[in-house]
């Protein structure tokens, strides 16, 4: 089963994208911070992190720059449209909020592939 990190400090979009990943059957992890996330990615093989580009204790490019030092492919999203000239957002991609269920399921499919149905 392929597995997600979502770091969201925002309960109501985690929430969404919880659902949304899950009756997709991606296994789910979910974090409101930084700190949190590096210890998840410390403890779990992940396929994925999708995190917020402001949170409480750091960013979502530092969190995403960490995944990708494991080997971990990222997303990071935002509220605020970020300038691609931007260092900080060329390294990775960004979507902006809100985002519809569909293209987030599209992307992430794109990336790691459709969850393992038999799991």
């Known amino acids: 089963m392929k ?7 925002d309960p109501s979009v985690r929430a969404i994208f919880e659902l949304v990943l899950g009756s997709r059957r991606y296994l789910v992890d979910a974090v409101s911070t930084a700190t949190d996330a590096g210890l998840l990615l410390d403890l779990h ?3 994925l992190v999708v995190a917020d580009w402001n949170l409480p204790d750091g960013s979502g490019v530092q969190v995403a720059d960490r995944a990708t030092a494991a080997g971990v492919k990222a997303l990071i999203v935002s509220g605020f449209r970020i300038s691609a000239r931007n260092d900080n957002a060329s390294r990775h991609e960004v ?4 985002i519809r269920p569909a293209e987030l399921l ?3 499919e794109s990336r790691i592939g459709a969850a393992d149905p038999d799991s």
Not at 95 to 98: A, D, Q, S, V
Request: cysteine-free; glycine content about 0%.
């Open 3 to 9: 597995r997600i990190l979502i770091v969201e400090d």
């Open 106 to 108: 599209t992307l992430i």
């Open 95 to 98: 979507l902006t909020k809100p």
């Open 45 to 47: 093989p992940y396929d």
